[in-house]
């Protein structure tokens, strides 16, 4: 019977060395003689003819030399200085002269290159052909069927390292395009998972950013150029990376990843490769912690981006993403050939480039003019939030004119936008078909307001956007109109159903001051006459927030539409800072009959729970979520106004956290009525499904409801005649005699 085994060292050893594998090459080459042996069923395995092939001078002085080892180990060497003839080397060597035909061929490689040896031997009829590799490179060849893959490892019997990765991806983007590279998502997915694939098998990949929250990342892009920000969550978890959430700014992101490392590692079947893709040096003590526990630690990033700290560190492994990925730059882009065809199938959706043209085309018709400077367009993007930063305002910029969206017209700064730019063009087409439809049907019929459905539905008959790629179904047409809403092209509001005043519909009109061709015609309404909706507030406040500054109205759309417990995931001192703004508002308007608190008493009294700024983080949040209204108040006892907060008690949220403080009272004071010391043990026995307890013990005892006693540490007294005690437990109010 005739056995061979042919392993490509060069191969291997390459491999090996990728994927952060340390192989004994003795226990290799004997393992892959046996296994050989076995697999081919010969009685021992000196009838096994077994062959290692490289080019064995690039060892020379290596400790161990390969070359010696494979020799020890009953090996034929084979010298092949190129890999290009290497099929012919060892078929010129071994095979053309032997007529003696072979009943099994074991390949012990990963690379195509010995491939071609298949059809050039000659075998029996009941021959059988294996290749051992890392991964199967016979898919899509025209020996997938004939010939049998076994992954190495397996054959060997050796373990895989297991493999986390976590992407800093909010610092890894605006990295590359700070350096000048376009953000193509579905290549850098595909360059990530490959790499992290290289060193094992990949147990979790994660993905951190401000994803859906609108400019807080530079655009990124297919391979058309065509803007899918919206779409990156779902690509992602299609290539099985998990997008989480964190608010923008590297602080959030740090945090929330030196969180998920650290409990992480803590598990007994934890990864032994961590991958970090960032450079943000505030990683370098987590980074230690986790080498400290015996893991391989590697750190991706961009060249010229990443600290000096972690790259002086002598412990890690530096690899830069730039090196492994085929990125673009805007330069290269902008002088690719636009492929036309392409760009007509792709269904045409709103998009950073869409909120550039709007923004623009609103712009010039306030100024009356075509011609935009650059740092006047990045102002209106910052302050109307399509950007969170002039820096990334003025990337995003940079993008659109290498796209061909906007054209520079001379080095101060000036720009225009390209009318014949398609995105230009659709944009603008899309933008005045929808406003001229709202228009009309406002002024045809009479009607303050346009119906969200009845909207959809005209858009569905528009002819001027019956082209490729748009007027697709309801879910095109809605999109746009609500990209139109937050560029503030159209106005949305909640207006009572006509059959059912409880129900709110939303409906559709122009901005007050605007017709359809976007032209101030009708001046501010004032408060008496205003129309839009209070939502809880008091028609004076509902007021003040529709027609407040553009710039206040924006404070904390970040925070639109994160729930509670999203902010506690992502911001736990922020969410805990919530409840007790919340519990001490309402107990001081409420003690004082005040319609508000003034703000600056209360961070006074909050300031020893405020970490790293969490009070203005909970306030900002609050308000994007209408829970609560700051404002500017008379203050009775000074001639000036104060700045003061107030409870919006109608909202949701609102309600949840003092039903929850109306149910801590209601334990306190059945405590209380039984003579029970009110301890934070106490409480966990007699409420055990009560969230944060301690976080609640804080709060009474903050709001002076407990007070500690006096030489008995963790224990407290209840204030039974306090206001909010009385008002829960449903006493009388007092006598007037």
Not at 160 to 171: H, P
Not at 617 to 638: I, M, W
Request: net charge negative.
């Amino acid at each position: 019977m005739a056995a061979y085994l042919i392993v490509d060292v060069d191969d291997l050893i390459q491999r090996f060395k990728a994927r952060g594998m340390s192989v004994d090459l003795q226990e290799l080459s004997v393992g892959l003689r046996g296994g050989a042996a076995l697999a081919a069923g010969v009685p021992n395995a000196s009838l096994l003819r077994a062959i290692a092939v490289a080019d064995w001078s690039k060892y020379a002085g290596a400790v161990p030399d390969p070359q010696t080892v494979f020799r020890a180990t009953g090996y034929d060497l084979c010298e092949a200085k190129s890999r290009e003839h290497l099929h012919d080397i060892i078929h010129l060597t071994y095979f053309a002269y032997d007529p003696d035909p072979i009943d099994e061929l074991i390949l012990a490689t990963t690379s195509r290159d010995l491939l071609p040896l298949v059809r050039r031997i000659k075998t029996t009829r009941a021959s059988r052909i294996r290749l051992w590799g890392a991964e199967d490179v016979l898919v899509g060849t025209e020996f997938a069927n004939e010939v049998i893959f076994q992954p190495l490892e397996a054959v060997l019997g050796i373990q895989t390292k297991n493999v986390s990765l976590y992407i800093d991806f909010e610092n890894i983007a605006i990295s590359l395009s700070e350096h000048g590279f376009v953000v193509n998502l579905d290549t850098l997915i595909t360059s990530l998972v490959a790499k992290a694939r290289s060193y094992g098998q990949v147990i979790k990949m994660s993905a951190y950013a401000p994803w859906g929250q609108r400019g807080a990342l530079p655009p990124l892009v297919d391979h058309n150029g065509r803007e899918i920000a919206d779409e990156a969550p779902t690509r992602l978890l299609l290539a099985n990376i998990d997008p989480v959430f964190n608010l923008p700014g590297k602080n959030s992101a740090d945090v929330r990843i030196a969180r998920d490392v650290l409990v992480d590692i803590s598990h007994s079947e934890s990864a032994d490769v961590i991958i970090l893709a960032s450079g943000d040096r505030d990683f370098n003590d987590v980074l230690n912690s986790v080498m400290q526990r015996g893991k391989t630690v590697i750190l991706w990033g961009v060249r010229g981006s990443m600290s000096r700290q972690l790259t002086n560190h002598p412990s890690l492994t530096i690899e830069y993403i730039e090196d492994f990925t085929p990125l673009q730059t805007h330069q290269s882009l902008s002088s690719a050939p636009v492929n036309a065809q392409a760009q007509s199938a792709e269904v045409f959706v709103p998009s950073q480039w869409s909120s550039v043209v709007i923004q623009f085309d609103r712009l010039a018709m306030l100024n009356n003019t075509d011609v935009l400077m650059t740092s006047d367009l990045i102002e209106r993007l910052v302050a109307l939030g399509v950007v969170i930063s002039r820096q990334r305002g003025e990337d995003l910029i940079e993008q659109a004119l290498s796209l061909g969206i906007l054209q520079r017209l001379n080095s101060q700064g000036a720009i225009m936008l390209n009318g014949v730019s398609p995105i230009v063009e659709k944009t603008r087409v899309i933008t005045e078909a929808i406003r001229r439809r709202v228009g009309n049907t406002l002024k045809v019929r009479g009607w303050q307001y346009v119906n969200y459905g009845f909207l959809l539905k005209g858009l569905e008959m528009e002819r001027d956007l019956m082209r490729p790629g748009m007027n697709i179904d309801d879910q095109w047409r809605s999109q746009w109109i609500d990209a139109l809403v937050r560029e503030g092209v159209l106005q949305r509001d909640l207006v009572s159903h006509r059959l059912n005043p409880d129900d709110l519909v939303p409906v559709i009109r122009l901005p007050d001051g605007e017709d359809e061709d976007g032209l101030a015609t009708r001046p501010q309404p004032s408060p008496a006459s205003s129309t839009t909706p209070s939502y809880g507030f008091s028609p004076e406040v509902a007021y003040a927030r529709a027609n407040a500054p553009t710039a206040d109205r924006l404070v904390g759309d970040k925070w639109l539409m994160l729930t509670p417990q999203q902010l506690a995931e992502i911001d736990p001192n922020a969410a805990e800072m919530t409840v007790r703004i919340i519990v001490s508002v309402e107990q001081f308007t409420s003690f004082r009959n005040f319609a508000w608190c003034p703000l600056g008493s209360l961070h006074k009294r909050l300031k020893p729970f405020d970490i790293n700024m969490a009070f203005q983080r909970a306030v900002e949040y609050l308000q994007a979520n209408n829970v609560v209204f700051v404002g500017e108040y008379q203050n009775p006892q000074s001639p000036y106004s104060t700045k003061g907060i107030s409870v919006v008690t109608t909202s949701a949220y609102a309600c949840e956290v003092l039903a929850l403080r109306d149910n801590v009272v209601r334990l306190l004071l059945h405590l209380f009525d039984r003579a029970l010391p009110i301890t934070l043990a106490r409480i966990r026995e007699e409420a055990p499904g009560l969230q944060q307890p301690d976080l609640w013990l804080s709060i009474m005892e903050m709001e002076n409801v407990l007070q500690p006693v006096a030489g008995r540490s963790g224990v407290y007294s209840l204030f039974r005649t306090h206001h909010t005690v009385k008002q829960v437990a449903g006493d009388p109010p007092p006598s007037n005699a």
